[in-house]
């Protein structure tokens, strides 16, 4: 890497540093250029000279730049001194500093700060030696509104930036949908978008099944519906006993009036809230708000089992397999977990884990200073606590089995996909790709992603087709552009992949590689010949296996004919695994394009011509509609029925006019 280049990436590296909560942090590196004639040991200790005894994150890069491991320390000079040593060390360890050609620090006030600053570097940077988080997918989280007269209740992912309370995390998007489905009949809260709720005129059909109160059309008054919304939200905070006594109440008091349909009502909304708690698996009596956490380490493969509770109910539970080194404990696994885990989450007052974890007391501290309250982490040893993590350490073990069963399945198909089509080593990295459009319109190329842990969907990619050269309908066209943008953005931002090498030669045979080394294409030798053109066009052709899948004659599954590179077309016997493999990748493949083209299709169909001119935004373009009813009545209004409209001055009413007018001024 050239100097400029170095300079670019420190630079970039620390802009994306500065954007995570203030902490007060210097960012320095320590001894200038990397010095070609030094061992790793050396380079360390050169910056131990230099380092202070003071608390901070250490990165440590090779030759290329690439970071290899982010660190913390109370006193980076002692931690660095104990890397320049050279003994004492693991094989990880060893093997990371002799890889080690510069370093990176950055100094903080409180070894706690530096534990906050470590966690987001490595989701960051996902160094190879540190242990990684690699399944982070958002959770969903459900949103009391708070910006609208009448509050809604809704799923919700991404960045908390809509006003109101959110209640989380869930496991998963279904075990939303089931809460809120069941707080609808309890507190028939308004599910609805403001937009509809603005233009409503009568109830929906919600209301008719008694899922909603209807505040759209006045069927409950403000104040009343506004009770609804406290009751869901106090029962959404762990205050459940609280509002299925007053519920019980009110219908005990009803009943007695011989209000019998009062009573009725009040009746099913305490139904619906036992079954919001009694269908949620295990439902613990003492523990309210909690998360707890077990791991098991076998065979190299570690699984992290999350069970999630809030007000005293199940809200789901998910399986991680973290990145880890086999040497490193389960104690030590769980606890680097636990920091990247609730880098970006929010923490519940207690977490209860399955194996004491190092340096507990500072994580404790780093949780509690980023939730601003006290949190809590322990090692239950008795009563329903012990039996909780208990069973979520049991479930811990039958998903470790689950995987490791998949994986050595999974590994077996990819053996017998590199005998069958004469490949020198079982694949780490198959692409599959697949055009879908109506006519060549709104024409979308998907590409999912196989390797030896099944589907990777966070590789998946899908390709809008851009060229106005290609004939509507060229599937040829359409998947020459796909790959040549595909292997052209390869080439600029990854290294080559090394033709000879072997999977002992590899760092991380389990890591998915940036390069295919097998690409599937829905097609036969037509499709082929335009994929092998690309690839050979680009230099990549003998480094990258193509391999075209036709469907059989009247396109029947099991009867597939394969076309690859100085060889005859062939097909495979009908229960063979690799057949059922391929077929697996392509169906994927398949549904991932028509999603992508659906989407896109869709998204034209609602897209409004007022959306194309500067500085009309949703307040001005719903005055404009109102006013005018459709866009096309806007692009015949001259520039004194626009100005008309409230809100749209002289200005923006010459600019709306010239937009549609555009040929006629020229």
């Known amino acids: 890497m050239t100097p400029k280049e170095d300079t670019a990436a420190e630079s970039d590296r620390n802009e994306q540093i500065s954007e995570e909560p203030a902490i007060n942090a210097a960012s320095w590196e320590g001894a200038g250029a990397v010095a ?23 990165r440590m890069l090779n030759r290329d730049g690439d970071i290899l491991y982010v660190g913390k320390a109370r006193s980076l000079k002692k931690r660095v001194a104990n890397y320049a040593q050279g003994r004492g060390h693991t094989n990880r360890i060893s093997s990371m500093v002799r890889d080690t050609a510069n370093m990176e620090f950055i100094s903080t006030r409180t070894e706690t700060e530096a534990l906050l600053l470590e966690a987001n570097l490595i989701k960051r940077f996902k160094p190879r030696y540190n242990v990684l988080l690699r399944d982070d997918k958002s959770f969903p989280y459900i949103l009391m509104t708070g910006d609208h007269e009448a509050a809604g209740i809704y799923k919700h992912r991404g960045a908390r930036s809509r006003q109101g309370s959110y209640f989380g995390p869930f496991a998963s998007a279904q075990a939303v949908d089931r809460t809120i489905n069941a707080l609808q009949r309890a507190f028939l809260i308004r599910t609805c978008t403001n937009a509809m709720y603005e233009t409503r005129t009568r109830p929906c059909l919600l209301y008719q099944i008694k899922r909603c109160s209807a505040p759209c059309t006045g069927e409950i008054d403000l104040k009343s519906y506004g009770k609804l919304v406290d009751e869901a939200t106090d029962f959404l905070s762990g205050k459940s006993q609280k509002v299925k006594g007053t519920l019980a109440e009110a219908m005990q008091q009803a009943s007695e009036e011989l209000d019998f349909e009062r009573a009725a009502v009040y009746r099913d909304r305490l139904a619906a809230l036992s079954h919001v708690q009694s269908h949620q698996g295990i439902n613990p009596q003492t523990v309210q708000e909690a998360d707890v956490f077990a791991i098991h380490q076998e065979g190299g493969l570690n699984c992290i089992q999350v069970f999630f509770f809030r007000t005293g109910q199940n809200w789901g539970n998910r399986a991680y397999f973290p990145k880890a080194d086999p040497a490193l404990s389960q104690e030590e696994v769980l606890g680097a977990f636990l920091a990247q885990f609730y880098d970006d989450k929010p923490c519940p007052k207690q977490i ?47 998903a470790h089995g689950r995987r490791l069963s998949e994986t050595s399945t999974q590994g077996n198909l990819l053996k017998a996909m590199a005998s069958t089509f004469d490949l020198s080593r079982p694949p780490r990295r198959i692409e599959v790709y697949d055009n879908s459009h109506i006519m060549g319109a709104n024409a979308v190329g998907g590409m999912i992603v196989a390797g030896a842990e099944g589907f990777a969907k966070n590789q998946y990619r899908k390709f809008n087709i851009k060229s106005e050269e290609i004939t509507p309908g060229d599937d040829f066209g359409m998947m020459r552009e796909v790959l040549h943008r595909r292997i052209a953005r390869l080439i600029k931002e990854h290294e080559r992949p090394e033709t000879n090498e072997t999977d002992e030669d590899s760092h991380d045979v389990a890591e998915m590689p940036a390069w295919p080394d097998v690409l599937l294409i829905d097609g036969g030798q037509g499709q082929l010949s335009a994929v092998q053109g690309i690839l050979n066009e680009l230099g990549v052709g003998d480094e990258i296996t193509a391999i075209g899948v036709a469907k059989g004659v009247d396109r029947e599954a099991g009867r597939e004919r394969f076309f690859m590179k100085g060889r005859q077309a062939f097909s495979l016997p009908p229960r063979d695994p690799v057949l059922y493999f391929i077929q697996r990748m392509r169906d994927e493949a398949h549904r991932y394009a028509i999603g992508a083209h659906r989407a896109r299709r869709s998204k034209e169909i609602t897209r409004n011509p007022l959306d194309e001119i500067a500085g009309i935004g949703p307040a001005r373009k719903r005055s404009l509609l109102h006013h005018f009813g459709t866009a096309k009545a ?32 020229n």
């Open 36 to 58: 070609s004639d030094l061992t790793g040991p050396e380079r360390i200790q050169e910056f131990v000279k230099i380092l202070p005894n003071a608390p901070g994150v250490y």
């Open 634 to 665: 806007v692009s015949r209004a001259g520039v004194e029925d626009l100005v008309a409209v409230e809100g749209i001055s002289q200005a923006t009413a010459q600019m709306i006019y010239d937009h549609f007018h555009e040929d006629r001024r």
């Open 352 to 398: 209860l884990v399955s194996h004491s974890i190092p340096e507990s007391e500072l994580l404790i501290e780093a949780l509690s200073m980023r939730a601003g309250r006290k949190i809590s982490i322990s090692v239950p040893h008795r009563g329903e606590k012990r039996d909780l993590v208990q069973q979520v350490a049991a479930n811990a073990r039958e």
